[in-house]
C-alpha cells in the first residue's frame, strides 16, 4: 500500500518536471544537452582510467578538468542566458556568451599548459 503511493508520488513528480522542462526555451535546452555532453564525456574517461590505467596522469587529470571545467562554464552560461533569472536581466545574452568563450580559451590554455 505504501509503495503504490510512493510511485504515484514519484511519477506525478517526473510529470510535472517533464511538463516545466516542455516549457524551458530551446537555447537552454542546447546548453543543456552541452553539459550533458560534457559530463558524459568525463565520465567515459574516468571509466577508460579505471580499466586501462592512469599511466600519463597528467593527461587524465587534463581530460577530465577539461570536461569538468567546460560543463561548469556551461552551467554558469545558462544561468547567466535564462530570461526567467532576474539577477542578469540587464546583461545581454551576447555578452554572457563572450565571456563563456573567453573563459573556456583560458581554460583550456591553463589545460595545454598542464599536459606539458
Request: include cysteine.
Amino acid at each position: 500500500m505504501g509503495k503504490s503511493s510512493t510511485a504515484k508520488d514519484a511519477q506525478a513528480l517526473f510529470h510535472s518536471l517533464r511538463s516545466a522542462y516542455a516549457a524551458t526555451p530551446t537555447t537552454l535546452k542546447i546548453i543543456d544537452l552541452y553539459v550533458l555532453y560534457a559530463v558524459s564525456t568525463a565520465l567515459i574517461q574516468v571509466g577508460y582510467m579505471a580499466i586501462v590505467g592512469s599511466f600519463p596522469f597528467n593527461s587524465f587529470l587534463s581530460g577530465v578538468l577539461s570536461c569538468a571545467g567546460t560543463a561548469v562554464l556551461a552551467v554558469c552560461l545558462r544561468i547567466q542566458v535564462n530570461k526567467e533569472n532576474k539577477e542578469f536581466k540587464d546583461l545581454p545574452p551576447e555578452r554572457a556568451f563572450a565571456d563563456f568563450v573567453l573563459c573556456n580559451l583560458v581554460l583550456h590554455l591553463v589545460i595545454m599548459n598542464f599536459l606539458g
